[in-house]
């Protein structure tokens, strides 16, 4: 079984930067796709960015494309989103998600974390 533990999430103005972090173990985490939702309330959870085994292939969001940065660092099982240019909209818990497969990278992760809040103001 694989756990993430995501964390760095907090308030920022619009136009900020936060950099949230996922902390996998249990396997390495090249082993697995891994990817970023985030859900607001009263919204549905979304696909926000997704990053292969390897991290050659990235896939986003549309509406965070460009701002947006997914990547990891296998040697410290940890996966990365980088948010620049931040939105109000963009407020949201963010979820980490690992699967070893995909047939599309916005659904079927089998491994999730708790979440960590992303709030932007106004």
């Known amino acids: 079984q694989v756990q993430l533990v995501e964390s760095g999430g907090g308030l920022v103005q619009a136009g900020g930067s936060l950099r949230l972090s996922c902390a996998a173990s249990g396997r390495a985490s090249s082993t697995y796709v891994m990817a970023w939702f985030r859900q607001a309330p009263g919204k549905e959870r979304e696909f926000v960015a997704g990053i292969s085994r390897s991290g050659a292939y990235t896939n986003y969001k549309d509406s965070v494309r460009g701002r947006f940065i997914i990547s990891r660092d296998n040697a410290k099982n940890t996966a990365y989103l980088q948010m620049n240019s931040l939105k109000p909209e963009d407020t949201a818990v963010y979820y980490c998600?690992?699967?070893?497969?995909?047939?599309?990278?916005?659904?079927?992760?089998?491994?999730w974390g708790q979440g960590t809040q992303v709030t932007v103001s106004s």
């Open positions: 998600a690992a699967s070893t497969y995909v047939a599309d990278w916005t659904a079927n992760y089998d491994y």
